[in-house]
Each structure stands twice: as C-alpha cells, then as structure tokens.
C-alpha cells in the first residue's frame, strides 16, 4: 500500500458547545488531539468549522494555531450553505430577495443555500471567501460547503431550475476558487462529493474546476459491512464509480473524508468495522488518493471508536495492512486481525499514542 502523504484527523470542533461543554475544556482537548497525532506522523488537521470559518469558535482557533505550530496541513470551513447569513445578510431579503435560494412554491428564503445564478450573490460570496481566506492565512485548503442536507435547499428561481445540485454547488465553488486564488493563491477550495452533489456528471460547469479545486469525497450512505470496492456491493459500486471518476476529473486531486468515527452516523453506538477500514484504505491508496481525514467529534470519538480510529491510524502509519493471507499468500477476504478485545485495543493506542509499546509487538498481536 502506497503512504498517504497526508493524513490526519477531521474534527468538529462545533460539537463541543453543545450544551453546556465549556469551550476551554474542548480547546484543551482539541490541541492534545492535534500535539499526539504529529508525535505519532498524523500531518494533517482539519478544523471543521461553519461558523463563518470559526471566527467565533475559540476551541477551533486553539486547534489552528497548534496545528501550523506543529509545521502540519491546516484544512479549515465546513457547511456554509446551512447558514446563509454567514455570506449573505438576512436583512438582504427584504430588498435584494433575489439573492437568496426559491423553493419550490416560489418563495425566497435566507436559510439553505442561496441563489447562484445571481451574479450579485456571487460577488458577495467571493468577498466572504476572500475574508476567510485572509482569517486562516496558514490553511491549505478551504471547505466550502452546501447546506447539509438531502435533496434540499437548492435554488428554485427560474435561472436554476435546470441546474442539477452539482451544477448549483459547482457555481459557487468556481466563485470560491477565484475568490481565493486572487486573496491567497497558495490556497485551493473544494467541491463536495456528498449527497446529491455525489453525481458530478460531466456539465459545462463541472468541467471548467481550475487547479486549485480538489475533490472531497465524503461517502455517508455508503456501505459499511463491505470494503468501497468491493465489487459484490451494489451500494458500493456506485460511490466507487463516482471516485474513481473524480479522481480522473480531479487529476488527482482528491481527499477522502470517511465516517469511521462519526458519533451522528453511528449514533453514540459502538461499531467496530477493522477489516473494512484496512481494505478502504488499501483501495483508496490504489488510486493514488493523496490525503484522508475521517471526522471525529473530540475524544468522545476514541472513546466510542477507538478500535476503528486505531486501525485507521495504524495502517497508515505503519504505511502497511495486517492481514489475514492463505498459504499462497493471497488476502483471505481482506480479513485484518484485530479483535474488539479491550486489551488489545489498549494495546493499539499504546503504540499510536507512545506508551513505550514497539510496533514489533502490536504487529504480534495482530497476527496472533
């Protein structure tokens, strides 16, 4: 298996204000995530944050600055389209509404995305890119965006009703990357393979992504008892198709943002899934993918995945896979040989965390 050149954790640094979480304790906690990580060879953070690029989001700018201190890949942004009024002012609708997304009954609307047929929009959301281009001068990549959501919050105006969602997102991601190309042009933006925007297709917009575009496939409905490219997977299939085609649109530049330790997506359960993150990571390496972060949300997700994220962590930085192989040496079912055994897991996160454990004996184990 080839080395990711980048790799890391991407972390929702939103969460820990739920409630009554005090922001201090979660910075705390986000800046010692960060600081283990770079002792044990993960480069990358990204902080993911939708609060207008986290301006106000304390814990996520202590995870900033300790993630640039630490000399590693600072990504930052989030869903902006969920909260319009972070590029556009909803005090706008009462006298430019032609700015903000048309549902389906003809009504404007400042939640969801807005309209990205409007060259004015455009204007006012390449000034805000341009902003949070300038609040994170260490980044290497900006998240933007849409609204997370299924089949919704896309504009309905009579300018966008032909427009599929990845043309809508495409627009605004064409306006982001000129914005930041023309503010910091070290800096690249995103277009997000998630949802209803998973089907890119080969439109006049989808085609004209300049260099400083990535991919970032984010696969949540896929299948998780089977390996992404498993070809016995209907499911599966179809994302496998999808990334395969991105990264040839892409030229390769793609990121993976998997759901391993997504307390929302398993909601709080426990789900251990090794042998399948082990063959994930060996198809996505086959296609040359050159950075993977999967989400977590603090530590609470090492407490309910940590078998998950210690595989994760420990494929890639042993830049090899433990699996089980039959006589002839071929990969019996991409079987790795980890166990939900607690000591075992013990184990695993003394060697990712540097509890003196030598990767000799973690390889012992998975063997044994």
């Known amino acids: 298996m080839k080395a990711f050149p980048y790799r890391g954790w991407s972390v929702d640094t939103c969460f ?3 409630g009554k979480y005090n922001h201090v304790r979660y910075g705390d906690e986000l800046v010692s995530l960060v600081r283990r990580g770079a002792e044990q060879g993960l480069n990358l953070s990204f902080v993911s944050q939708s609060d207008r690029g986290g301006v106000h989001d304390r814990s996520g700018t202590r995870m900033e600055e300790a993630t640039l201190r630490l000399g590693m890949r600072l990504h930052v942004g989030g869903h902006f389209g969920g909260h319009a009024g972070n590029f556009l002012s909803h005090d ?34 390449s000034a805000e890119v341009a902003k949070l281009a300038l609040r994170h001068p260490g980044a290497s990549l900006l998240h ?31 306006a982001a990357a000129g914005a930041a190309d023309a503010t910091v042009p070290t800096l690249a933006v995103d277009y997000l393979l998630y949802h209803d925007t998973l089907f890119m297709g080969q439109s006049e917009i989808t ?4 260099p400083n575009v990535y991919a970032t496939f984010a696969p949540r409905e896929r299948c998780y008892a089977h390996a992404i490219n498993d070809p016995n997977c209907r499911r599966n299939q179809i994302y496998w198709k999808q990334l395969k ?21 398993w ?102």
């Open 144 to 174: 933007v965006w849409a609204d997370d959501a299924i089949e919704g919050s896309w504009c309905n105006c009579p300018q966008c009703k032909g427009l599929s969602a990845s043309e809508q997102h495409g627009r605004f991601v064409l």
């Open 16 to 18: 820990g204000h739920i």
């Open 207 to 210: 085609k004209a992504f300049p």
């Open 92 to 125: 706008l609708i009462e006298t430019q509404s032609e700015l903000f997304r048309m549902d389906e009954s003809g009504k404007r609307r400042t939640d969801g995305n807005f309209c990205p047929s409007n060259i004015v929009a455009l204007g006012r959301v």
């Open 267 to 368: 909601p709080c359960c426990t789900v251990s899934i090794p042998r399948v993150i082990a063959a994930d990571m060996e198809a996505y390496s086959s296609l040359g993918i050159p950075i993977s972060a999967p989400l977590i949300f603090g530590q609470s997700s090492f407490w309910l995945y940590g078998l998950n994220l210690a595989v994760f962590a420990a494929v890639l930085l042993r830049q090899r896979i433990w699996i089980d192989r039959d006589r002839h040496g071929r990969h019996r079912n991409h079987k790795l040989r980890v166990y939900s055994n607690p000591l075992v897991i013990r184990v695993i996160w003394g060697v990712i965390w540097g509890h003196g454990l030598s990767g000799d004996t973690i390889q012992v184990l998975l063997n044994s």
């Open 245 to 265: 085609q991105a990264v040839k649109q892409f030229n390769g530049r793609v990121t993976v943002f998997e759901y391993y330790g997504d307390a929302i997506l």
